[in-house]
């Protein structure tokens, strides 16, 4: 029987990896109230970590799991057998998600308010709820003269990536956004959705336009890898980046590779780094998808805990810009890494989710707080404004 489920999950994540289709609220059609079962086939080791001492902050890493609600937590770390590498922060707040004009929010509403520090309409991207161009967290660290960095495993003009990086008041804009990126400063800029850079209605061929602005415009992994110094773009895929089975350790590569260029800078840096697919999975109601994207994203935070431990001025603030698909917890097995889950919606929710703080000042991100305050924080320890 063990042996069965095992295969089962393998041919699950096998199946898994060959989705790549956005799906969001409105395209979600399928109704099933079943009991989804998973067993981890490979419970991985974590990290120790201790808090620094110090309390000067140099640099911030805010990294966010799309659609990760405490549900999605509690799951994953019952199946990677009891353990997690988020299990070292030690500081925890509870944040609510929920848009100016709507309960229930997108990632656009949400990832505004933590990039922006206002709360604005639903589907919005970088602006107010009047459609006001406002400055994101990697605008304000970059005119600081912070270096920064957005790695992200969807397409770049994503909703989460686009609001610290563009500005449009429908996140369907993509090709408006896409254009956007022609003002932004960040200095590294990797994910997929390059098909918005270069298939264009207007004809333009943006990856040119990013040359022109001293970028160097990487394909592939390997050209990334090659960049050793200066302003790096790098919409490596078509589309989103493939599930995390598919991809290895590419995301977590192309984080770490983020933090090695932009921790050269004196001043500090600003960093965003989303696992975006993890709200796929709650769409799609596939949970040991869901589990391979939630490890992906936790085997990063260890290698980034790892980093900041060793540089002492780092504070990494890891949480979710809203809950996706009312998953419950249904049963498990700490011991053998079983799970069984529910999920009772197609779309987000507003459960409200967990934020994690470590390092300097960490200790700030504790309590009951809007998203908005996410901006608050982070430019009050950076001294933005
Ligand atoms: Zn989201």
Known sequence: ?????LFLTVAAIALA????EKLTEGNYD??????????NPAPYETVSVQQPGGQKVKNVILMIGDGMGLTQISTAWVANQGKLNLDNFPYTGVMRTYAANKLITDSGAAGTAMATGQKT??????????????????DLSAAKGLSTAVVVTCGLTDATPADFLASNPDRDNEEDLAADFLETDADFIFGGGRRKFTEREDQRNLLDAMKERGYAVAMTWDEVKSVTTG???APITDGQLPMAPERGTLWQDAAMHAIDLISKDEDGFFAMLEGSRIDDCGHWHDLPALMGEIYDFDQT???VLQWAEKDGETLVIVLADHETGGLTLLDGDIETGYVEGHFSSGGHTDIQVLVYAYGPHAETFTGTFENTAIFDKISSVLKLQ
Not at 17 to 20: A, R
């Open 231 to 233: 302003k790096v773009f």
């Open 17 to 20: 990896g060959c989705k790549t």
């Open 301 to 303: 935070i260890g290698k």
């Open 30 to 39: 399928k109704q099933e109230n079943d009991k989804l079962t998973y067993t």
């Open 121 to 138: 309409n639903y589907h919005s991207v970088g602006v107010d709820v009047d459609g006001n161009e406002i400055p994101s967290l990697i």
């Open 1 to 5: 029987m063990k042996k069965l489920i």
